[in-house]
């Protein structure tokens, strides 16, 4: 047992999303290192009610409405996070919730670099397309026994 608790503590901590679980008495049951650092918790955080740890929560609205909500933005602790928080079900009885959460400029910076690669990649499809019709054209002078048209045409590409 104590085994596997190490290891779900060390796998919660290697984890760049925040991660903060509650139980049904919206007390804190869990919270890895990239939760404390993005929302600024320095205190002992487990066994604490939410709201005295993380004023601004909605993780306990998820107990009340027992679906998960994906996707959802909101600022917490002045910070705009990206976050999916869902229940914890046990024999169809919410016993929890847990919020898997990313800072949102994270996102954004991460969605730009996507975005710019995106853009090198149809510019290299551009470029492509382009050398394949020149060397169609090549082809072509060659086939029509053009070969000085072709060199021609090499010389002035």
């Known amino acids: 047992m104590a085994h596997l608790l190490v290891e779900r503590d060390a796998s919660f901590n290697a984890i760049h999303e925040g991660v903060v679980a509650i139980n049904k008495h919206e007390k804190i049951t869990i919270m890895n290192e990239a939760a404390r650092r993005m929302l600024g918790v320095k205190e002992k955080a487990i066994g604490r009610n939410i709201h005295e740890v993380i004023p601004d929560t909605k993780l306990p609205e998820i107990l009340s409405i027992g679906k998960p909500l994906y996707r959802r933005e909101f600022y917490i602790q002045g910070r705009l996070v990206f976050?999916?928080?869902?229940?914890?079900?046990?024999?169809?009885?919410?016993?929890?919730?847990?919020?898997?959460f990313q800072d949102k400029s994270d996102?954004?910076?991460?969605?730009?670099?996507?975005?710019?690669?995106?853009?090198?990649?149809?510019?290299?499809?551009?470029?492509?397309?382009?050398?394949?019709?020149?060397?169609?054209?090549?082809?072509?002078?060659?086939?029509?026994?053009?070969?000085?048209?072709?060199?021609?045409?090499?010389?002035k590409i």
């Open 107 to 155: 996102v954004d910076r991460l969605a730009e670099e996507l975005t710019g690669v995106q853009a090198f990649v149809d510019a290299l499809r551009v470029q492509n397309h382009e050398y394949s019709n020149k060397l169609h054209t090549i082809a072509g002078l060659i086939q029509l026994d053009e070969r000085k048209k072709a060199l021609q045409y090499i010389r």
């Open 83 to 100: 976050s999916n928080r869902i229940p914890i079900q046990i024999d169809g009885e919410t016993v929890g919730a847990i919020a898997i």
